[in-house]
Every structure is written in structure tokens, then in C-alpha cells.
């Protein structure tokens, strides 16, 4: 990912500094040991509490491990690159330290995942939809990067992790739901969850009376009054450079609607078509569905934003 984005840093700019790439690579590569760690704590906590307490750990840790990994994350990366940005001018060797360090535990993880047998599928298995993923939401990020960088729209930025943010938890729980729901039949591309032929009708998705079904209605229409939320919070701490005017609301909500709904329906037929095709949908569907709501409510923000520019509402 830290190569990715140096690379995406690179291209537009066409200036390269190794210092700084170095700096990169070793900032993301100790979040990512902390942050996994930390969080694999909280969620191992989060599950077995759930648990004893008679709550769906669905749609519990999914959201938590969504939020938590997205805060614990930033903070670490913004504290632990500050750190080692200190040091670059007077010790330039701590860097490459750092990744040498982390390079070097590499092997000892490989075995201790071969030697279980619940970790042993993720780990030749588990990068293709991370890397995907990553891609995805790359582009979402640099639709994002083009809009921002007109001053006319700097106020997205404020909006844009709100917007993915509640898509993506939305979208993880239905994910985690359907795919706990086929589980309870039997192994990948067993029981009845086997993947359909052609793509499931938006009726059976959203208006049908089986459980998922219900689910995602639930979720879709959690979508407003969350949002509603966050944009009386925003508009509370005085942020996102934007006044919140009727027809902003409308043209945000509608965004934000759109972008659940097609995630569920994708979610609907993503699950059940990695199932039929022997595929552990909570390893696969998840980071596939989170990155594609990077990428559509990026998009359907950005374009929200030119409407309203072009419909008159400037500010």
C-alpha cells in the first residue's frame, strides 16, 4: 500500500524522494503490525462479550472493527510517521531500520499461520482481495484528491469519510449477516446458498420476506437519520466550509441513499456468488464492498458537489 501510494504520489508530481519513500514505507508498515494487533484484541474482546451478553456479534463487530480500524489507524500512522520524520535529518538509518525489522519477523508469522488451520486459507488466499481492494479504493481517493484540489470544493474533504463511512459499516454488517446465514448450512458451495445464475432481481434484495431481506431494509433505512446526525455534527463544529442549505441535504442524502442501495444489492450477490464458488465470503466480500463504497459515494459526493455548483448553490 505505502508503495502504491508513493508510486500514486510520483505520477502527477513527477518528483521522487527515497528519503521520503523510505519514510512512507516504514510508517505504514509498523501502523499496520500495532494497529492489527490492537484491534485483534478489541475484537476477540468485542466477539466473546457479544456473545455472553446475547447479542448478534454481526452486527456488532463488523462496524466496531470498521470505526476502531479507521481511528486506531490515523492515530498511530499520524503519531508513529511524525516520529520517524523527527529522526530523518539526524538519523536517517532509523527508517530502513525499521523496515529491515519488520521484514524480518515476516517468516516467523508465515509458519505460526501455516501451523493453524483457520489461518492457513487467509494466507494464500487472503491478498488477492486485499490488493483489489486497495486498488479501488485508490481511485476513489484520487477522484477525491481532483475535486478537493479546487478550491471551489475543498469543503468534500468533511464529508467524504462520513459518506463512506456509513456506507461501508452498512454494507459490512448485511455482508456479515448473509454470510453467518449461509454458514449455518454447511461449508462454502454447500446448502442452499449456492451462487444464482443471473444476478438476484432488486425485489427479491429489498422486498422480499426472507431475513437478509428484512435486514437490508433495516439498514437502508438507517441511512438518513445516521446521516442526519453526522451533518448536524459537522455543522456544530463549524466544519466542511459549506453552509447546509435544503437543497444541499437533498442532494447529500440522495448520495448517500443511492450509494447503500447499490451496495446492498451488490452485497445480495456478491455473497451468495463467492459461495457457490467455494469461497469464504467473510475473507473475500468484505474488503471488496468497503472499497467499492469508497469508490461510489466518493463519486456520487464529487458529483453532487459539481450539480450544485452548476444549479447555483456556490458555497
Known amino acids: 500500500a505505502s508503495i502504491a501510494a508513493v508510486v500514486f504520489g510520483w505520477i502527477p508530481d513527477g518528483h521522487f524522494s527515497m528519503d521520503h519513500a523510505v519514510l512512507l514505507c516504514a510508517s505504514s508498515v509498523a501502523t499496520a503490525f500495532i494497529a492489527s494487533l490492537v484491534l485483534g484484541i478489541i475484537m476477540i474482546g468485542v466477539i466473546i462479550g457479544s456473545k455472553k451478553m446475547g447479542i448478534n456479534p ?3 463487530a463488523t462496524p466496531i472493527a470498521a470505526s476502531l480500524g479507521d481511528l486506531i489507524t490515523l492515530a498511530l500512522l499520524s503519531g508513529i510517521s511524525w ?25 516467523i508469522w508465515i509458519i505460526i499461520a501455516r501451523r493453524n488451520s483457520a489461518t492457513r486459507e487467509v494466507l494464500y488466499s487472503g491478498w488477492e ?3 483489489i481492494a486497495m486498488a479501488i479504493s485508490s481511485v476513489g481517493g484520487l477522484i477525491l ?12 474533504a468533511v464529508f467524504t469519510p462520513v459518506i463512506n463511512g456509513v456506507g461501508g459499516n452498512l454494507v ?4 456479515s449477516r448473509i454470510s453467518t446465514y449461509l454458514h449455518m448450512s454447511g461449508e462454502p458451495g454447500e446448502g442452499p446458498g449456492t451462487a444464482p445464475r443471473k444476478c438476484p432481481s ?5 422486498c422480499s420476506s426472507d431475513v437478509n431481506s428484512r435486514s437490508a431494509r433495516v439498514l437502508f433505512l438507517l441511512v438518513v437519520p445516521g446521516h442526519l446526525v453526522f451533518l448536524y455534527t459537522i455543522h456544530s463544529m463549524q466544519g466542511g466550509h459549506t453552509t447546509l442549505t435544503l437543497i444541499f441535504i437533498v442532494f447529500y442524502m440522495t448520495a448517500a441513499l443511492l450509494q447503500v442501495l447499490i ?23 468484505i474488503p471488496y ?11 456520487l459526493l464529487a458529483l453532487s458537489f459539481h450539480v450544485l455548483w452548476l444549479i447555483g448553490d456556490r458555497d
Not at 432488486?202 to 429489498?206: D, I, L
Open 58 to 60: 454481526d452486527n456488532v
Open 83 to 107: 516520529g520517524l520524520y523527527k529522526e530523518l535529518e539526524s538519523r536517517a538509518y532509523v527508517n530502513p531500520l525499521v523496515c529491515a525489522f519488520f521484514l524480518s519477523l515476516l517468516p
Open 129 to 131: 482481495p486485499v490488493i
Open 145 to 156: 484528491d481532483r475535486t478537493v484540489s479546487d478550491p471551489n470544493f475543498a469543503g468534500m
Open 172 to 175: 459490512a454488517v448485511q455482508a
Open 202 to 206: 432488486p425485489c427479491s434484495t429489498f
Open 263 to 285: 451496495l446492498l444489492y451488490i452485497a445480495d450477490w456478491m455473497v451468495h456468488w463467492m459461495w457457490g464458488r467455494h469461497l469464504d465470503p467473510d475473507n473475500f466480500s
Open 289 to 299: 464492498l468497503t472499497a467499492l463504497g469508497d469508490l461510489i459515494g466518493t463519486g
